[in-house]
Each structure stands twice: as structure tokens, then as C-alpha cells.
């Protein structure tokens, strides 16, 4: 193992499975604690693995994660934190469910208008925490969570005074007009696994291509980096929060459309809801690599799936949700504390590398 | 008192001494930072470090204050052999730092931030502010310092806020105090009232040890002296014995180099041009960061500005290269008026930057030395394609770079953390030369770096200028100014103050520019 990138991409992963361990160990401590035995509910639980139902179900639950977690990833590369996933998903949501439901379009037209509908919208409620950021200097964290409760009301009440459609079926929850089939988007498998699943892999093929193949992508990462150096190579740190905001709100926009385009097909009040918070999970188990990102919102969607099991056999669905946010805790400690170690490491290597190639003077 | 010309012949007792270091050698990796150092501190003296930037002295006094340990060498205090660890035991063994750089928290009183830390509490832990304060009064009358210890922070200035850090070090029990360079952030009355409290600590018995690179302060206020040149102990000595002229030839060794005898001629072209720059500061309604400033750098030319650190040079370099916005004037590269081209565009019309703090603004240290060199690279047509980046060419171009420079490193893949100062500084250098640029800034480009990196640089230095490259030199270190440079200018206070011949020119002439005795404009 002589690649030293192959090597940091060992420790990355190695140090995700641990925090992912520890988390597994801790809820044992839990489970036994409450009496339950852990054991018997980790057979259950992963004992499902098996199941392509299940699995089938695991990559529906994660597809709006993939594209949640790319969405904080792009941000995290320029090192802002975007929060407001949740809030950027929620205005998209209803824009896109009012938008698709008022045009007539041939099907794959339609669903692609409503795509760029949710994107763009996503992208301008993102765009005003970036605007703060530059224009007044607004820490992004704290705008982007404001802006979440700004947009859970705003859209809340827009939808209950403007776009609320009359049942139709009867039925006591409330929805807007629903969207003509020419904007569903199509299912992989009846009913278990929407074809955004497609979308999601292809968000993430293109993140991993923008952020790490190109002169943009260089600029973001070396701006996120150290923003002294590259500012002094010209690149305009005010444009690149600018820019990597938009691009996160685009991709929030998009984290809601498995549930509007493949599933309801109209909005509702609870629609995707945590779907964009559970996305900053996801992008920090992953480290913000695709390739992690895909993994992280694999298992996570898996244990939303298979937690159903435990209920079967006694035990509260819930503890996945502990689990989850064990998951989270321990990765962000785990790896800052391999972080450290690996940069030891690395350094005493090179300086070891260097004094046997040296030759004594 | 008797002088001594000679450090290591005191006539005092060894147990009479307040601090006796002998033989402190620190290295670092690639770099020997110190080398065989003696000090000798009598108690109840200001003593003075003396020494250029880089000369070691700022990981010195690291060493004393337990910062970090030395590989060789003893540390004697007030007659007892000791080994700091920590700064802890430092401060247990009553030695105190002011730090250069306050360490203060704003929001917080005089008295809430001396005490902390260190808060005086009752048995249920509750901190007994009433102790604290008539502590701290009783510490203020003996400075002779006038404030009310309830006052916040923040509306302190900074002379009053230096008192305060002199404060938490004596509240803490420090009977020897260490003061980094006090007065590189205070004005003339400030630095006159700062020796006034130290004259006074002084005569209480206390022992001041003072960095400075300040002649003039060092000669009128200090008791004794020690030198230190490139990491090693070169004199000890007191103000009596020097004057500022062989006190300056200690600091930088007594022979100047040679304004090497060079075999190109200056170019005709002027590729740096900088007419009547004006430059408003910082704070709205404040003087001028930078007044009425003419350069220009033909090809083929090294151009020095000297002068202390602050006194304009990064805002000239930030306003050469379209980071700041000029209040007027004009700045043009090979005869192509800047204003408006953005910063990019002056890169890429063969601008070329390296800059004072390379861990701020060169290096990306996470990442792999391949990407560090490719930084502000992203519009070379040969490492890239169309909007993506050619890794290949990049790390191939970077391996170029490495071999080129010699820097010392594994490979290319390793980040720019694992490598030494020195190194790091050449893959900057490297970096910045690779691009073939017309006009080259370069601010402190061998700071901080061995001898060996330091004369591979200076080499490439010229060596581009040879053909044909035009460099601004900033730079503190007067060796490589007189060495290198084809003219001088001396920046002061915003200002050019004066235009030397490196042939001619002597560090008193440059010492009493760059501390803005002498002001006139002369040849």
C-alpha cells in the first residue's frame, strides 16, 4: 500500500465503520439497559438483509437521502454549513407541486419542468442565506436554520390559504391539486422503488465529477480550504459562497421530489419531512464523498426500512432513530480523533522518508 | 556595574542569577532554529534579545517559558536546575510571558480577565472577587498603573491593554517576566510609559527579559544585552559597550554581502509601473495605508523594499494585485493599465505573488502537494482540459517543480503539512516561477527557512531575473535586500522614504530609514 491517497481513503472509511461500531455498541448498552436482549434485535434487524423486498425499500428511503447529503456536501467542501436542506426542500416542494399541477406537458417534459421548477426554487431560498453571507456578513449556519422556520411557516401557510384543493376521495388530509400522471415520475419497481433513485445516483456521479475533476470544483474545494490563499490567486470568495449556496439549494429542491413526483403526487403537510435534516447525517457518516454518501444513505435508509422488524418482536422502532443519531455523535468525535492520529502519522512518515533518503553529509 | 564584552565570564556567582541557559539547541524538523545558546539574566534587570526576524530568538524564549523543550542544553532559574514541560511549570518557577499578540477576551473586565485562570475561590468554589480585586489593586498601584479594574476590556487601548497582560503575569506570581517584541504595536508615549512600569518592576525586584529588534529602545532602556544571530548566541553586552552602528553589525554579522557582481544588464522595459498609488487605511477617516507611492521594476531588475513589518508593504503588494480597492493613482503591468482587471486577470497577464504568510495565503496544508502547486494554475492550458484538470500533467508538472526547487519530500502526494517550513516555502517559490511570469512579488520569500533552502532560493532568484524577470523584493532580512537587490526603497509609516545603492548602502543607513529617524528622499 504505497498510494498515500488510497491509504487516507482506508483510514477515512475504517474510521466510518468504527464510529458506526461504537454507535451499534452503544445501543446494545441501551437495549440491554430496557431489558430487551441486543443480540436478538440486531439478528432481527440486519437479519432482513437478505430480503430484495427490503432492499428494494432501503434504496427508496435513500434516495432522497443521497441527494440531501450531496446538497450539505457541496457546502461542507466550501466549508459552509448548510442547515437549511429542510427549508430549501419545503418552498421547492410547494412550488413545484403548484407549478407541475398548472401546466399541461408531455410526460417526460413535464417531470423535467418540474424538476427545474424545484430546483430553481430550492436554489433561491438558499440563495438569500448566500446574499446575507456576502452582502452583510450573516453567518450561514444561523441563517439557513432561521430561514428553516421561515420557510416551514411560509409554506405552511401559503398551502392553507392559497393552494389547498377540496378532497375529492373524502379523505380528512388536505393536499393541493394533484399533479397530472404526465409529471409522476415512473417506478423501478411497483410501488417499492421510485425511479428518482436513478436521479440520485446521477447527482451524485455529477457531484463527484464537478467538485473533484474540475477548475470550478478545484476552486471551491481550495477556496473552502484556505480562502486566504486562493483569494489570492483571484478567486472571488464571495462568488464561491455565492455560487456553492445556489448549487446546495439547487440539490435541496430536488430532495423532495421522490415524494411529490413518485409518490403522492400532490403536496401535503408532512411531505419528505426530516428529509433534509437526515441529509447533514448522512454527509457527515459519508464525508462528504460520494461514494461514502451512497453507503451512509444506504444503511441509513436500510434501518429505516428493517426497523418495522423490531416491532415484531417487542422492541420500539425508535431505537433505530437513537441509533442514528448515536451514529452521528460518534463519527464527528471518531473522526477528529483519527484525523489527528492520521496527520501524526503522515507527517512522521514523510520526515521518516526523508532522513533515510538523505545522505549524511 | 562592571561590563562584559563576553557572555559566559560574568562575575556573579552562578546562584545569583535570575536565568542561565547553556548550550540550548532546538531543532525542528529540516531547520536548526537554535544552536548553542548562552544567556546569562542577572536579577533585577532588563535584559534585551536582540537578533533580526528568523534569528531564533521568539524560539528561545519558547524554550524558557516551557513551550517546548529543548534537545540540548540546561535551563538554570534563580540557581536551580529545572525542565519545564508545560508553560505551567514555567509560571511555577516564576516566569511570566506578555505574549506579542494580547491574549485577552474583550467582553471581560480588567480584574475577570487577569484572574482567569487562576480565580481566587471560596470553599463552596465561588471566586472571591473581593481578594482578586484588592490583589490586583495593590499589583496596580506598585506599576503605577491608573485604571479601574472593573472596566471592560474593549474600551481599552492598546498600551493599556499590554499593562493589562503585564498584570496577569504578575498576578500569577511571575517574578521574571519574558516580553515578546512589547513594542511593535505601541506609539512613542506608549513605549516610553511601557519602560517606565518595567523600570519600576525592576526596582521591586523583578527581572524583564525584552525581545526587540528595536536598536534605539534597546540601547536607552535595557541593562544588558544579548545577541543572537542565525539561531546561536553571538554577544553579551551593555549598552555602554556598543554603539547603534556595532550593535546592528552584531544583529546581522559584521560583513554585508556584496551586491553580487552581476553579468546581465537591466532591461529597458518597465514591467512594473506604480504612480502616485493612494491607498485609503483601514479604519474610515484614518491616514493613509499607503501615500503617494512611485515604483517601478524594469525587466530584469530586483527591486528591495525595505522596512519594518506594517509600515505598507502588504497593502502595496494587496493593491498591486487587485485585492484592494486605490484611492487613486495607477498601477500598470508591461504598460497595460490595471484598474479594473480583476485579480485573475493580473495573474494571468504575468502577475505572480509569493505571499508574506505561506501558511495563510500559499499553502492549501491538507491537501497533496500536487493540488498546492496547481493553485491559481487553473487557466494554464497544460494542466488542464477545457474545464477539467489533467491530474497527470498537474502532478508530472508538480514533480518538475519538486526536483527543480529540491524540495524534500517523499512524493507528490503527500500534503503540504508533512513537509518542513523551508520545503513548503520552496514548492511556493517554485509554484510562483513555474509560470514564467514578467513581474514577480515576493514578500519574505526565504522567511523562516534554513540556510540551504535560503541560498537555493536566492539562486533562483537570480537566476530568473537574469532572464529577464522583474522582482519587487519585500523583505525585513538586509542580507538578502543588499544581496539581491539592484536599488532599495525604505517603506515607512505608508510611505517610500528613501531610494539607497545596495553598494552603498550600510544597515545603520537602512536602520535609520526603516525606523523613520531620517525620512528624506535621497540617492
Not at chain 1, 448522512?282 to 436500510?302: E, M, T
Given at each position: 500500500?504505497?498510494?498515500?491517497?488510497?491509504?487516507?481513503?482506508?483510514?477515512?472509511?475504517?474510521?466510518?465503520?468504527?464510529?458506526?461500531?461504537?454507535?451499534?455498541?452503544?445501543?446494545?448498552?441501551?437495549?440491554?439497559?430496557?431489558?430487551?436482549?441486543?443480540?436478538?434485535?440486531?439478528?432481527?434487524?440486519?437479519?432482513?438483509?437478505?430480503?430484495?423486498?427490503?432492499?428494494?425499500?432501503?434504496?427508496?428511503?435513500?434516495?432522497?437521502?443521497?441527494?440531501?447529503?450531496?446538497?450539505?456536501?457541496?457546502?461542507?467542501?466550501?466549508?459552509?454549513?448548510?442547515?437549511?436542506?429542510?427549508?430549501?426542500?419545503?418552498?421547492?416542494?410547494?412550488?413545484?407541486?403548484?407549478?407541475?399541477?398548472?401546466?399541461?406537458?408531455?410526460?417526460?417534459?413535464?417531470?423535467?419542468?418540474?424538476?427545474?421548477?424545484?430546483?430553481?426554487s430550492g436554489a433561491i431560498w438558499a440563495g438569500i442565506a448566500g446574499w446575507l453571507k456576502v452582502k452583510r456578513g450573516v453567518n450561514e449556519v444561523i441563517s439557513t436554520i432561521m430561514l428553516n422556520f421561515v420557510a416551514l411557516s411560509l409554506v405552511a401557510w401559503a398551502f392553507d390559504s392559497f393552494f389547498r384543493a377540496e378532497s375529492t376521495t373524502g379523505s380528512l388530509l388536505v393536499k393541493t391539486k394533484e399533479l397530472p400522471t404526465s409529471a409522476w415520475f415512473p417506478d423501478i419497481v411497483d410501488r417499492r422503488l421510485n425511479g428518482m433513485f436513478f436521479v440520485a445516483i446521477l447527482v451524485l456521479v455529477l457531484f463527484y465529477v464537478l467538485v473533484w475533476k474540475t477548475k470550478f470544483g478545484f476552486q471551491l474545494r481550495a477556496s473552502g480550504a484556505n480562502a486566504g490563499a486562493s483569494r489570492v490567486t483571484g478567486v472571488n470568495p464571495k462568488r464561491m459562497v455565492m455560487i456553492s449556496m445556489l448549487l446546495s439549494g439547487a440539490l435541496a429542491g430536488l430532495v423532495g421530489m421522490r415524494a411529490l413526483l413518485g409518490d403522492v403526487h400532490a403536496y401535503q403537510n408532512n411531505l419528505a419531512e426530516q428529509q433534509g435534516f437526515n441529509g447533514i447525517a448522512?454527509?457527515?457518516?459519508?464525508?462528504?464523498?460520494?461514494?461514502?454518501?451512497?453507503?451512509?444513505?444506504?444503511?441509513?435508509?436500510?434501518l429505516g426500512e428493517a426497523s418495522g422488524r423490531l416491532q415484531l418482536i417487542d422492541i420500539p422502532k425508535e431505537i433505530t432513530t437513537i441509533m442514528t443519531g448515536i451514529i452521528v455523535l460518534a463519527v464527528v468525535i471518531i473522526n477528529e480523533a483519527v484525523k489527528r492520529w492520521d496527520d501524526r502519522r503522515i507527517q512522521h512518515k514523510a520526515a521518516l522518508a526523508l532522513e533515510s533518503a538523505a545522505v549524511p553529509a | 556595574m562592571t561590563g562584559q564584552s563576553q557572555?559566559?565570564?560574568?562575575?556573579?556567582?552562578?546562584?545569583?542569577?535570575?536565568?542561565?541557559?547553556?548550550?540550548?539547541?532546538?531543532?525542528?524538523?529540516?531547520?536548526?532554529?537554535?544552536?548553542?545558546?548562552?544567556?546569562?539574566?542577572?536579577?533585577?534587570?532588563?535584559?534585551?534579545?536582540?537578533?533580526?526576524?528568523?534569528?531564533?530568538?521568539?524560539?528561545?524564549?519558547?524554550?524558557?517559558?516551557?513551550?517546548?523543550?529543548?534537545?540540548?542544553?540546561?535551563?538554570?532559574?534563580?540557581g536551580t536546575l529545572v525542565q519545564f514541560k508545560t508553560p505551567t511549570d514555567a509560571i511555577a518557577a516564576g516566569i511570566g510571558m506578555v505574549h506579542q499578540h494580547f491574549m485577552l477576551a474583550?467582553?471581560?473586565?480588567?480584574?475577570?480577565?487577569?484572574?482567569?485562570?487562576?480565580?481566587?475561590?471560596?470553599?463552596?468554589?465561588?471566586?472571591?472577587?473581593?481578594?482578586?480585586?484588592?490583589?490586583?489593586?495593590?499589583?496596580?498601584?506598585?506599576?503605577?498603573?491608573?485604571?479601574?479594574?472593573?472596566?471592560?476590556?474593549?474600551?481599552?487601548?492598546?498600551?493599556?491593554?499590554?499593562?493589562?497582560?503585564?498584570?496577569?503575569?504578575?498576578?500569577?506570581?511571575?517574578?521574571?517576566?519574558?516580553?515578546d517584541e512589547p513594542t511593535a504595536v505601541l506609539v512613542p508615549q506608549e513605549v516610553e510609559?511601557?519602560?517606565?512600569?518595567?523600570?519600576?518592576?525592576?526596582?521591586?525586584?523583578?527581572?524583564?527579559?525584552?525581545?526587540?529588534?528595536?536598536?534605539?529602545?534597546?540601547?536607552?532602556?535595557?541593562?544588558?544585552?544579548?545577541?543572537?544571530?542565525?539561531?546561536?548566541?553571538?554577544?553579551?553586552?551593555?549598552?555602554?559597550?556598543?554603539?547603534?552602528?556595532?550593535l546592528a553589525e552584531l544583529m546581522v554579522g559584521s560583513d554585508l554581502p556584496d551586491p553580487s557582481g552581476r553579468e546581465t544588464k537591466v532591461g529597458d522595459d518597465v514591467r512594473l509601473q506604480v504612480t502616485g498609488l493612494n491607498l485609503a487605511g483601514d479604519i474610515a477617516g484614518a491616514k493613509l495605508a499607503l501615500e503617494d507611492i512611485n515604483v517601478a521594476v524594469h525587466a530584469g531588475e530586483i527591486v528591495g523594499i525595505a522596512g519594518v513589518e506594517g509600515n505598507g508593504q502588504f497593502e502595496l503588494c494587496e493593491s498591486i494585485l487587485g485585492l484592494r480597492t486605490i484611492l487613486s493613482g495607477s498601477i500598470s503591468v508591461c504598460g497595460q493599465e490595471l484598474s479594473h482587471t480583476e485579480t485573475r486577470e493580473r495573474i494571468n497577464m504575468g502577475l505572480s505573488y509569493i505571499p508574506f504568510d505561506r501558511h495563510r495565503e500559499g499553502l492549501l496544508l491538507d491537501a497533496p502537494l500536487w493540488e498546492n502547486t496547481f493553485l491559481g494554475r487553473e487557466e494554464n492550458a497544460g494542466l488542464t482540459n477545457g474545464p477539467f484538470i489533467s491530474r497527470n500533467k498537474i502532478e508530472a508538472d508538480c514533480r518538475t517543480i519538486i526536483d527543480r526547487f529540491g524540495v524534500l519530500t517523499p512524493s507528490?502526494?503527500?500534503?503540504?503539512?508533512?513537509?518542513?517550513?523551508?520545503?513548503?516555502?520552496?514548492?511556493?517559490?517554485?509554484?510562483?516561477?513555474?509560470?514564467?511570469?514578467?513581474?514577480?512579488?515576493?514578500?519574505?520569500?526565504?522567511?523562516?527557512?534554513?540556510?540551504?533552502?535560503?541560498?537555493?532560493?536566492?539562486?533562483?532568484?537570480?537566476?530568473?531575473?537574469?532572464?529577464?524577470?522583474?522582482?519587487?523584493?519585500?523583505?525585513?532580512?538586509?542580507?538578502?535586500?543588499?544581496?539581491?537587490?539592484?536599488?532599495?526603497?525604505?517603506?515607512?509609516?505608508?510611505?517610500?522614504?528613501?531610494?539607497?545603492?545596495?553598494?552603498?548602502?550600510?544597515?545603520?543607513?537602512?536602520?535609520?530609514?526603516?525606523?523613520?529617524?531620517?525620512?528624506?528622499?535621497?540617492?
Open positions: 500500500m504505497k498510494n498515500p491517497r488510497l491509504q487516507r481513503m482506508l483510514v477515512t472509511s475504517a474510521s466510518s465503520l468504527l464510529a458506526v461500531f461504537v454507535a451499534l455498541c452503544i445501543c446494545a448498552v441501551i437495549l440491554l439497559i430496557t431489558g430487551k436482549d441486543p443480540i436478538e434485535a440486531y439478528r432481527t434487524l440486519f437479519g432482513a438483509a437478505g430480503e430484495t423486498k427490503v432492499l428494494q425499500g432501503a434504496l427508496n428511503r435513500a434516495t432522497p437521502l443521497m441527494i440531501s447529503a450531496a446538497a450539505v456536501a457541496i457546502g461542507f467542501k466550501m466549508n459552509l454549513f448548510n442547515i437549511g436542506v429542510e427549508g430549501q426542500m419545503r418552498v421547492a416542494l410547494l412550488a413545484t407541486a403548484v407549478a407541475g399541477a398548472a401546466v399541461d406537458l408531455p410526460a417526460p417534459l413535464h417531470i423535467l419542468f418540474c424538476l427545474v421548477v424545484a430546483m430553481a448522512v454527509a457527515l457518516l459519508g464525508r462528504n464523498h460520494p461514494l461514502g454518501i451512497f453507503i451512509s444513505a444506504l444503511l441509513f435508509g436500510y | 557572555f559566559g565570564q560574568s562575575h556573579l556567582g552562578q546562584s545569583q542569577l535570575a536565568v542561565e541557559l547553556h548550550g540550548i539547541t532546538k531543532r525542528f524538523p529540516g531547520v536548526i532554529a537554535n544552536h548553542d545558546i548562552e544567556l546569562l539574566v542577572r536579577p533585577g534587570t532588563i535584559h534585551a534579545i536582540v537578533g533580526e526576524n528568523g534569528a531564533g530568538k521568539s524560539t528561545l524564549m519558547k524554550t524558557l517559558y516551557g513551550m517546548h523543550q529543548p534537545d540540548e542544553g540546561t535551563i538554570t532559574v534563580n474583550d467582553n471581560l473586565t480588567i480584574t475577570e480577565n487577569i484572574i482567569l485562570g487562576a480565580e481566587p475561590v471560596d470553599h463552596r468554589g465561588r471566586i472571591n472577587f473581593k481578594e482578586a480585586r484588592d490583589r490586583i489593586e495593590a499589583l496596580m498601584t506598585s506599576l503605577g498603573a491608573t485604571f479601574n479594574p472593573d472596566t471592560n476590556v474593549s474600551e481599552l487601548g492598546v498600551g493599556q491593554r499590554q499593562r493589562v497582560e503585564i498584570l496577569k503575569v504578575l498576578y500569577r506570581g511571575a517574578k521574571i517576566l519574558i516580553l510609559e511601557l519602560f517606565t512600569t518595567l523600570k519600576r518592576l525592576v526596582a521591586d525586584g523583578a527581572t524583564v527579559i525584552f525581545i526587540s529588534h528595536k536598536l534605539d529602545e534597546v540601547l536607552a532602556y535595557c541593562d544588558e544585552i544579548t545577541v543572537i544571530r542565525q539561531g546561536t548566541s553571538v554577544a553579551h553586552t551593555e549598552p555602554s559597550q556598543v554603539t547603534r552602528r556595532s507528490e502526494q503527500v500534503p503540504a503539512f508533512a513537509l518542513s517550513g523551508g520545503n513548503q516555502q520552496k514548492l511556493v517559490v517554485g509554484r510562483e516561477m513555474a509560470g514564467h511570469p514578467k513581474i514577480l512579488l515576493a514578500a519574505h520569500p526565504t522567511r523562516g527557512v534554513d540556510v540551504g533552502a535560503q541560498a537555493a532560493i536566492w539562486d533562483e532568484l537570480r537566476h530568473a531575473r537574469d532572464n529577464g524577470l522583474g522582482v519587487l523584493l519585500i523583505s525585513a532580512d538586509l542580507e538578502e535586500l543588499i544581496g539581491l537587490s539592484d536599488r532599495i526603497l525604505v517603506m515607512f509609516d505608508g510611505r517610500v522614504t528613501a531610494h539607497l545603492n545596495p553598494a552603498t548602502a550600510t544597515p545603520e543607513m537602512l536602520g535609520t530609514y526603516m525606523t523613520g529617524e531620517e525620512q528624506g528622499v535621497d540617492g
